[in-house]
């Protein structure tokens, strides 16, 4: 049997008709840098030649020059960590680190890539903690983001510790909202292919294993932790389980597995405070930035709370908890207010819309979970 470099020609060719090896990976990964590179180049080629005709670049069009410029640097700079993780030896640290933390700073730096290809992001975080490298995670989060964003997609991140096994679960899935006709398409033949190349080799390092599916109508990948340290989620709130008065929580227990509530926020500080605070209880936080992508949220399942920052109240969202109340007269509704120290009740079409402020929203929101959820079940 001939080796292969004795059956291709100097130039890469093959010596004979019907000998033609296998794509070689480093070929296919410079093919696939080299197809992602040329839709920011192109870009910033029309953009410089109006500059040099014209003289003036509109807003626009600088906007369009930085947004080029950035997806450049992701793929120079997913190209050299790549590298350094196939060429180099890694020596992992082996920390414990809480994995919903690391997510949830994941998401905050890859804000301006999801906003730039109007990504509709729905995530759901429970508290996970993991044995891993922390720089490692980092850049597997960061690949794994990268290649599910795709444009136009509604993505859903949900993070949490099945009962058996008890491994981390970071799953995404990836849904067309709006036609596939996107500029991001129009010059890339193999899209996200160098993200994956990436998510691949970390993924690998870190004895991670990935599961993923690519169809028309749905992207999905999966991430099992297996080296998960730390459960920290709870099938019912924490205040249920210590109160000295079990009447209650043992009627409603079973009712209250795993409850699911939609946060509407774009204040990434409140979203921290009050997922943190719903996770000590056990409970399941969406979290949308808009009233639109509540309504899409609760289209196919419904949340049984909303909690939602005053600063975005608007006609939507009171269309929305209308609609919650004519599946469940009893919906609740919690209001976080600018206000100090403020806690009031206050009719609304045959429910209630209880107002906390944020500066007591840790004193307070806890006894209303607990109290709210029990009317609800």
Same mark, same amino acid.
């Given at each position: !049997?001939?080796?292969?470099?004795?059956?291709?020609?100097?130039?890469?060719?093959?010596?004979?008709?019907?000998?033609?090896?296998?794509?070689?990976?480093?070929?296919? #990964?410079?093919?696939?840098?080299?197809?992602? *590179?040329?839709?920011? /180049?192109?870009?910033? &080629?029309?953009?410089?030649?109006?500059?040099?005709?014209?003289?003036?670049?509109?807003? %626009?069009?600088?906007?369009?020059?930085?947004?080029?410029?950035?997806?450049?640097?992701?793929?120079?700079?997913?190209?050299?960590?790549?590298?350094? $993780?196939?060429?180099?030896?890694?020596? %992992?640290?082996? &920390?414990? +680190?809480?994995?919903?933390?690391?997510?949830?700073?994941?998401?905050? =730096?890859?804000?301006? $890539?999801?906003?730039?290809?109007?990504?509709?992001?729905?995530?759901?975080?429970?508290?996970?903690?993991?044995?891993?490298?922390?720089?490692?995670? &980092?850049?597997? *989060?960061?690949?794994?983001?990268?290649?599910?964003?795709?444009?136009?997609?509604?993505?859903?991140?949900? /993070?949490? #510790?099945?009962?058996?096994?008890?491994?981390? /679960?970071?799953?995404?899935?990836?849904?067309?909202?709006?036609? =596939?006709?996107?500029?991001?398409?129009?010059?890339?033949? &193999?899209?996200?292919? *160098?993200?994956?190349?990436?998510?691949?080799?970390?993924?690998?390092?870190?004895?991670?294993?990935? %599961?993923?599916?690519? @169809?028309?109508?749905?992207?999905?990948?999966?991430?099992?932790?297996?080296?998960?340290?730390?459960?920290?989620?709870?099938?019912?709130?924490?205040?249920?389980?210590?109160?000295?008065?079990?009447?209650?929580?043992?009627?409603?227990?079973?009712?209250?597995?795993?409850?699911?509530?939609?946060?509407?926020?774009?204040?990434?500080? *409140?979203?921290?405070? +009050?997922?943190?605070?719903?996770?000590?209880?056990?409970?399941?936080?969406?979290?949308?930035? @808009?009233?639109?992508?509540?309504?899409?949220?609760? =289209?196919?399942?419904?949340?049984?709370?909303?909690?939602? =920052?005053?600063? $975005?109240?608007?006609?939507?969202?009171?269309?929305?908890?209308?609609?919650? $109340?004519?599946?469940?007269?009893?919906?609740?509704?919690?209001?976080?207010?600018?206000?100090?120290?403020?806690?009031?009740?206050?009719?609304? !079409?045959?429910?209630?819309?209880?107002?906390?402020?944020?500066?007591?929203?840790?004193?307070?929101?806890?006894?209303? #979970?607990?109290?709210?959820?029990?009317?609800?079940?």
């Amino acid at each position: !049997m001939a080796l292969p470099s004795d059956s291709v020609r100097p130039d890469g060719r093959p010596t004979s008709p019907g000998a033609t090896p296998s794509p070689r990976p480093e070929y296919l #990964l410079a093919g696939s840098i080299g197809a992602e *590179l040329s839709g920011p /180049l192109l870009e910033m &080629e029309h953009i410089v030649q109006h500059l040099l005709g014209t003289g003036k670049l509109s807003r %626009q069009q600088v906007t369009a020059l930085m947004a080029s410029l950035g997806t450049a640097r992701r793929i120079a700079t997913q190209s050299q960590l790549l590298d350094r $993780l196939a060429h180099s030896p890694i020596r %992992q640290s082996h &920390e414990q +680190v809480a994995l919903d933390a690391r997510l949830r700073q994941a998401l905050a =730096d890859n804000a301006g $890539l999801l906003q730039s290809r109007a990504v509709d992001l729905v995530h759901r975080l429970q508290p996970v903690e993991v044995l891993i490298d922390p720089g490692l995670l &980092e850049t597997l *989060l960061h690949a794994a983001l990268s290649w599910m964003a795709r444009p136009g997609y509604r993505l859903t991140v949900t /993070l949490e #510790l099945p009962s058996w096994p008890p491994h981390g /679960l970071l799953s995404f899935k990836a849904r067309p909202t709006v036609s =596939d006709s996107s500029p991001h398409s129009a010059h890339q033949p &193999e899209p996200y292919r *160098l993200s994956w190349w990436l998510l691949v080799e970390a993924a690998a390092h870190a004895q991670i294993p990935i %599961q993923h599916n690519e @169809s028309n109508q749905q992207l999905t990948l999966s991430l099992e932790f297996k080296r998960t340290v730390q459960q920290l989620g709870q099938s019912v709130p924490m205040e249920l389980q210590g109160s000295p008065d079990s009447s209650w929580s043992s009627s409603h227990a079973r009712g209250l597995t795993s409850p699911r509530l939609l946060l509407v926020t774009a204040d990434i500080g *409140l979203q921290e405070d +009050v997922e943190q605070i719903c996770a000590a209880s056990g409970l399941q936080v969406d979290t949308v930035i @808009s009233a639109e992508r509540a309504r899409r949220a609760c =289209d196919g399942d419904r949340p049984q709370m909303l909690i939602v =920052d005053q600063r $975005l109240n608007c006609e939507a969202l009171d269309t929305l908890r209308q609609t919650l $109340l004519t599946h469940d007269s009893r919906f609740p509704t919690v209001e976080i207010t600018a206000e100090q120290h403020t806690l009031t009740m206050a009719s609304w !079409m045959d429910g209630a819309v209880v107002r906390i402020s944020r500066g007591s929203l840790h004193a307070q929101l806890p006894a209303v #979970l607990v109290r709210d959820l029990g009317k609800s079940d």
